[in-house]
């Protein structure tokens, strides 16, 4: 289990791969702002800064747990993921039309509606549409809404709300189908990326490609202080993220229950 085996991504499942970039385009996560999460470590990462003239990958240190996934182990991975391919402009794919694919699966995601002014959820089919798709409400809204005045959100409650949404809240699901696919998932009670068997369709949000990938959206050893993730999700609450709701979350001999 967890950081020893990152098992490779089979090569014929183009479907799949398809659905899981759809939470993991390269584009978006070179795009996003240096950040050194909410632990106190001092871990040496790479981050491919976008705000400069001359684009390039940069030297930080990271916390240690949260943050974001523009957070690479080695310049030469910065480097190879992002130089080059960082053409995406948000104002531009917020304008973009609901797309929903042109394939068969049912993938709840989230699309700026420019008549609206608002993020909106869609079914998406699992394959094809367009880069006005995203897997919550808060990488919509972090994206699309209130374009230029982002310096007016509280970026601590929006970070926390989205890992409590997708690293906490979200168990393990391999899915309906029968394939044997080894990919990992962020396991609250042991505070740790592991591998798991997806099953090859349907699943959640809390599945990545590689044990890194996991690790930078999620982190690793987070003990989680509830009195604080509750004040942080109700700020967050109070910086637009309405669509949420939290029915349950409690501390337990099992870690954090779920919620619908």
């Not at 085996?5 to 385009?25: D, I, K």
């Not at 976008?50 to 957070?71: D, H, L, Q």
């Not at 897997?135 to 970070?159: H, P, Q």
Request: glycine share 10%; hydrophobic share 30%.
């Amino acid at each position: 289990m967890g950081q020893t085996n990152r098992a490779a991504m089979p090569e014929n499942l183009s479907l799949l791969r398809l659905h899981l970039q759809s939470a993991n385009q390269l584009p978006r996560i070179c795009s996003l702002p240096k950040s050194i999460g909410w632990c106190s470590s001092s871990v040496r990462r790479f981050y491919y800064d976008t705000e400069i003239r001359i684009k390039r990958c940069e030297i930080f240190y990271y916390g240690g747990c949260g943050g974001n996934a523009n957070n690479f182990l080695t310049k030469n991975e910065c480097i190879s993921k992002c130089r080059g391919k960082v053409k995406i402009n948000h104002p531009q794919v917020c304008k973009l039309r609901r797309k929903v694919g042109r394939c068969k699966g049912k993938l709840e995601r989230y699309y700026f509606d420019m008549g609206r002014k608002r993020c909106q959820p869609f079914t998406y089919s699992g394959c094809g549409g367009n880069e006005n798709r995203f897997v919550t409400r808060v990488d919509c809204l972090l994206s699309c809404e209130n374009m230029g005045k982002k310096n007016n959100y509280d970026f601590s409650a929006i970070w926390v709300t989205n890992f409590v949404l997708i690293c906490v809240l979200l168990p393990k699901d391999t899915g309906p189908c029968k394939a044997s696919i080894p990919l990992f998932y962020f396991d609250i009670r042991s505070g740790q990326c592991e591998d798991f068997v997806y099953g090859g369709c349907g699943g959640n949000a809390n599945i990545f490609l590689t044990w890194d990938e996991c690790f930078s959206k999620c982190g690793g050893n987070v003990k989680i202080n509830h009195p604080q993730v509750v004040l942080l999700i109700a700020k967050g609450l109070h910086y637009g993220l309405h669509c949420i709701i939290l029915r349950i979350l409690t501390n337990s001999s099992d870690g954090v229950k779920s919620v619908s």
